[in-house]
């Protein structure tokens, strides 16, 4: 899957309409601090069904939507869309390219699309789902992640891997499991010494 454009309006500091062309390989996004390159991979995030606040970094959905600086005016609605190179068919959708949208209005809606056509929120998410670009993969790797990952002793790395892929919780279910198992093993040896003393 190859992400080729990606288009903000309103959406925190990008006040006018801004569009990023991705090439293939490796595209940087560079400027000074606070000057919204994160704003960017939020925007990002935000298009492809992220719910969470938090992960936005705001405290309310809304705080999405730009508030204004001293030179112009808030905005009554954030906009994104995102156009994805769909050639080789990795998104289950009989289109070579696929624009998702994401529109969130002040006064509370939002209206959601799939090249042009109003869908559902959980739409975007399931076409997206199984294609590696889905919210709840590992694709955004946000500030300090990476340095914790090259810094990492080897079980914490791998506690990441196994993090990533799901085996995690398994994991902790099954140490819980082992847990319960040994109580239940230091019962049956009390039950056996009991047993022995009544006979
Ligand atoms: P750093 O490298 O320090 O992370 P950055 O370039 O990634 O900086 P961001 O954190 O993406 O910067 O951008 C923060 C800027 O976005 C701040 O100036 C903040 O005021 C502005 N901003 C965030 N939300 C809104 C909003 N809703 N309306 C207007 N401006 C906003």
């Not at 294609?131 to 090259?150: A, K, N, W």
């Amino acid at each position: 899957v190859h992400l080729k454009t990606l288009t903000i309006r309103g959406f925190k500091s990008f006040a006018s309409a801004t569009t990023f062309e991705f090439e293939p390989g490796v595209t940087a996004v560079v400027g000074p601090n606070g000057s919204g390159k994160s704003n960017v991979v939020d925007a990002l995030a935000w298009v492809m069904g992220e719910q969470g606040a938090k992960q936005l970094r705001g405290g309310k959905m809304e705080d999405v939507i730009f508030a204004g600086t001293t030179a112009r005016a808030p905005l009554g609605r954030a906009h994104v869309a995102l156009t994805i190179d769909n050639s080789d068919n990795a998104l289950p959708i009989e289109y070579s390219e696929v624009t998702i949208s994401r529109t969130l209005f002040r006064t509370g809606g939002s209206e959601y699309s799939i090249n042009g056509n109003a869908c559902r929120l959980l739409d975007i998410q399931e076409l997206l789902s199984d294609s590696g670009l889905g919210r709840e993969m590992h694709v955004i790797v946000g500030q300090g992640q990476l340095d914790r990952v090259l810094h990492a002793t080897p079980e914490e790395r791998r506690g990441f891997i196994e993090e990533a892929s799901g085996i995690l919780k398994h994991r902790r279910r099954r140490e819980k499991a082992v847990r319960k198992l040994d109580a239940m093993q230091t019962n049956l040896h009390r039950v056996e010494d009991l047993t022995k003393e009544i006979r």
